[in-house]
C-alpha cells in the first residue's frame, strides 16, 4: 500500500527532526528541526486523512502549518534578541543560567 | 448548519478575552502613553472582570459549542475560574510595570489567559493542540519580557525550544491516534477505545507520545528542566500566572483526554508510565529545591513537586479523585499568589524579595506580611489547617481509592522533605538580624529604591495603588487559603457536584 511510504517517511522526518534537536548546536538549525518534527506530523496527518477518506486530517494540517509559521516567528525573533551583538550564535552560549 | 447565536454564550468569555486584549492595543495607538497608561490596565482588568461575569451563567448546566469542539462543561468551567482568577491576581501585581511596552505586555497575559481557557474547554484534538499554541506562545514573548535582561532573554528561548519540540510529540502522538481512530473528536476517541478489543499499536504509541506532550506543559520531570529558568526570569507577575494558569489548563485537558483515550480494562497499564513520572516529579522537586537560593527557584522546583501531586488525582479516572485535584487547584492558586504577592509588595518597597537572604529578620520589620507569607508557606508544606493539609489529605485518599501505592509513598517521602524547604525560609524570617547583616540590606535597599523611583517618575503609576494592589492579592489569597482549609467539606461537595 502506498500510504505506508508516507507513513515511513514522516516517522524517519520525525526521528530526524528529534535527533537533529538533541545534536545541533545552533538555535536556527534547532529550530529548522523542530520545523521538520512538526511537518512529520502533518505529512502523518494527511496520509490518514486519505486512509480514512476523511477530512479532519487534512485541516488538521493547515491550522499545524499556520501555528508553526507564528511559531517561527517568535522563535526568529527570541534568537534576534539574544545575539544582535554577537557575530555567531551558538546554543553553549546560553549558559547564564544554572541548568 | 448550526446558528452562531447558539455558540456564542460559551464563547463570550473567551471572547471579552481577546477583546480586552485588542482593547488594550487600540488604545495605545491613539492615547499617548503618558496619558493612557492607567487605562491600559483599566481595560485588561475590564476584559478579565467580563469573562468571569460571562462564565457564571455557563456554570448552571453542561454545554458545548461549535459541534463539540469546545466543551463548557462544570469542569471546564472551574478551570475557567481558576484561570480568571490567576489572570486578574497577576494583572494586580503587574501594576509595578513602568516600561512603554506595557500595553503588548498586558495584551499578552490575555492572550495567553485565553489560550489557558481554550486548552481547558477544548472537546477534541484540534482546539487541544491550538488552545496549548496559543497560550505557549503568548508565555514564550512574556518570559522574555524584561528589558535588558539576558537571563530572562536566554530562559525564553530554552523554553522556546523545548516547548516546540513538545508541541512536535504531541501533534505526533494525535496524527498517530487520528490514523487509528479516524476522527479528532474525544467522544469519538471514546467509542472506539472502548468499542475495539485489541487496540493497535499505533494508537498505544500515538497516546504514549501525546501524554509527553503534556508532561512538559505540566513540568513533569524529566521535562522539568525549562521550569526553573523560565520561573526565575520571567517578571515576577507573569511566573504568578504561569505556575498556576499552565498547570490548571494542562492539567485540564490532560484528564479529559485520558478519560477518553484510556479504555477502563486497561487503565493500570496506560496510567503506570504517568505515576512512575509523577513519583518522581514530587521527589526530584522537593531534593532539587533544597539548595536553591532564590525563591522563584525554589518556587519553580515546588511547582513540579505540585504537578506530581496533582497526578494522584487521576488513578482510577474517578469523579472523587478528579474533584480532589481541582480542590488542590484551588488551594494551589491561594498559596501561590499569596507567595508572589509578597514579593511584589517587598520590591515595592525597595527590598530585594527574591533570595532566601534578603528575608532574614522580616518578621521584625513587617510582622504582618511575614506572617502572611509564613502562612502560605506552611501551606505549601502541608501543615494543618491550611489548605495544603486539606488538598494532600484529600490526594491521598484518591490514591489509597485508586490503589496508587508508588504514589502515595511518593508523597510522604516528597511532604518531609519539601517541608524543610519551606521551613528554612520561615526561620530566615524569624532570624533576629545581625547589626552588620542589616546595615548591608539597608545598603542593597538604598541602591534598589532610587532606581525604582526613577523608573516611577517617568511612567507608571502611583507607589500606594501599587502596594494596595499587591495587598489586596495577599490579603485576598490568605482569606481563600484559611477558608478552603477550614471549610473544606462544603467546597468540595460543590466541586465533585461540578463533575456530576
Redesign the interface.
Known sequence: MVENGYLALAAVLFALGGVGVLLRRSPLISLMCVELMWNAANLAFVTFARMHGNMDGQVFAFLTITVAAAEAAIGLALIVLLFRRREHVDVDDVHSLRG | MPNFAENLPVLAPLLALAVGALGVLVLDLVLPARRGYGWWFAVALAGVALAALYTLPLLGGNRTAFGGALVADRFGLFFWLVILAAAGASLLLSLSRSEEDASGYLALLLWAAMGMAVLAAAGN??VV??GL?ILS?AL??LV?FAPGN??A??????Y??LG??A???L??G???I??AV???GFDQIADYARGTAELPRIYKLGVGLSLTGFAFKLALVPFH?WAP?AY??APTPVTAFMSVGTKAAAFAAMARFLVAAVPPQAQTAYLLPLGVLAALSMLVGALAAIRQENLKRILAYSGISHAGYLIMALPGLTEEGLGAGLFYLAGYLCMNMALFAGMVYLRQVGEDGESVASYTGLLYRRPALAGALALALFALAGLPPTVGFTGKFLLALAAIRGEAWLLLGALILATGVSAYVYLRVVAAMARQPEKVRRSAAAEVAAAAAPAAGEGAAALGLPDGLIRGAAGAVLVLAVAGMLLLGVLPGRVLAALTGLLG
Not at chain 2, 532573554?153 to 530554552?158: G, M, P, Q, V, Y
Request: hydrophobic share 65%; charged share 15%; net charge negative.
Open positions: 484534538l484540534m493542540f491550538l499554541e506562545l514564550y514573548v522574555a539576558r537571563i532573554w536566554e530562559a525564553a528561548l530554552k522556546f525550544l516546540a519540540v508541541a512536535g510529540f501533534l505526533f494525535f496524527a498517530l487520528y490514523g479516524g476522527g479528532v528542566v529558568d526565575e526570569g
